[in-house]
């Protein structure tokens, strides 16, 4: 119960944080990518301040035996930098770029009713399913 | 289209929340907020992932956006992408987050944090093609997107 109401919480900020930060708007993520043009270096600051309480976190973890709410860390431990990572991240970078919006800023954007948010994020979890079906379709 | 100058403050603001919900949800439930790999899970697209805390991570997502948009600031949401281009890059990244385990959120606020060097080769990869699509597109293509 307590771990849903965590979730609600960091949901709510998360979903904030992507209005607040104009993340959710495709055309300054663009003009953020758009480093030979009118480069517009706003959504730095976004990263930049998303670290520093992420950081700490994970400096605090290392301390900890497991989290507060759950019996133990479920956080990935795969350490191979291999052909799936860097494919995938090359497709996810070249979609960003196509059209601006990355999973996060696409989910907040539905909440403004735009349609192309919808179509977008129902084509992403199209490329979900096709992924499941493909690539990770062993046992 | 360039949207109008934004100060600062505001990403750096909406940066900060967006940490503080990572740090809090490593820190009492355990896990990354990979705004991909939740997605994966609230739709049962993930090999047995927490679907129900996921979907109420993304309620609440949905909410905060609500809440934010009514309370703090009115966003713009500015995309000049056709259907197909939309279509086609929904699929992309849909794909390519999973193959490659993240996105920004998860290789970026949280891999970046701790250091993982899969998700520093990822978040490089991604930044450097991602900004080489918009050169391309705008600058050799010359579409005004």
């Known amino acids: 119960m ?65 989290p507060m709410a759950a019996d133990a860390f479920h956080v990935p431990e795969n350490r191979t930098i291999d052909l799936p990572l860097v494919g995938g991240a090359a497709l996810f970078g070249l979609g960003w770029g196509l059209v601006g919006l990355c999973p996060g800023p696409a989910l907040a954007a539905l909440t403004t009713g735009a349609w192309q948010a919808f179509v977008f994020v129902a084509a992403l979890v199209s490329g979900m399913a096709l992924y499941r079906l493909t690539l990770d379709r062993g046992s | 289209m360039s949207p109008e100058p934004i100060s600062f403050v505001w990403p750096l603001a909406g940066g900060l929340l967006v940490g503080l919900s990572a740090a809090i949800y490593l820190l009492v439930n ?17 090999r047995g992932g927490p679907r129900i805390l996921s979907l109420t991570f993304i309620g609440g997502l949905l909410g905060g956006a609500v809440l934010s948009a009514a309370l703090v600031r009115t966003p713009e949401v500015q995309i000049t992408s056709n259907l197909w281009l939309l279509i086609a890059g929904g699929l992309i990244v849909g794909f390519g987050t999973r193959w490659g385990s993240g996105c920004t959120s998860g290789h970026g606020v949280c891999g970046l944090a701790r250091l993982s060097r899969r998700s520093m080769v990822a978040t490089a990869v991604f930044m450097v093609v991602a900004a080489v699509t918009v050169f391309v597109i705008r600058h050799i293509l010359g579409w005004g997107l």
């Open chain 2, 30 to 46: 355990g896990r990354v907020t990979g705004i991909s790999g939740l997605t994966a899970n609230a739709t049962g697209l993930s």
């Open chain 1, 2 to 66: 307590s771990r849903l109401v965590v979730a609600l919480i960091c949901g709510l900020l998360f979903g904030a944080g992507m209005v607040i930060s104009d993340m959710i708007n495709p055309a300054r993520v663009l003009a953020f990518l758009d480093v030979t043009g009118a480069w517009d270096p706003a959504l730095a600051f976004v990263m930049g301040g998303a670290l520093v309480p992420s950081s700490a976190a994970w400096l605090i973890r290392r301390r900890l035996n497991a």
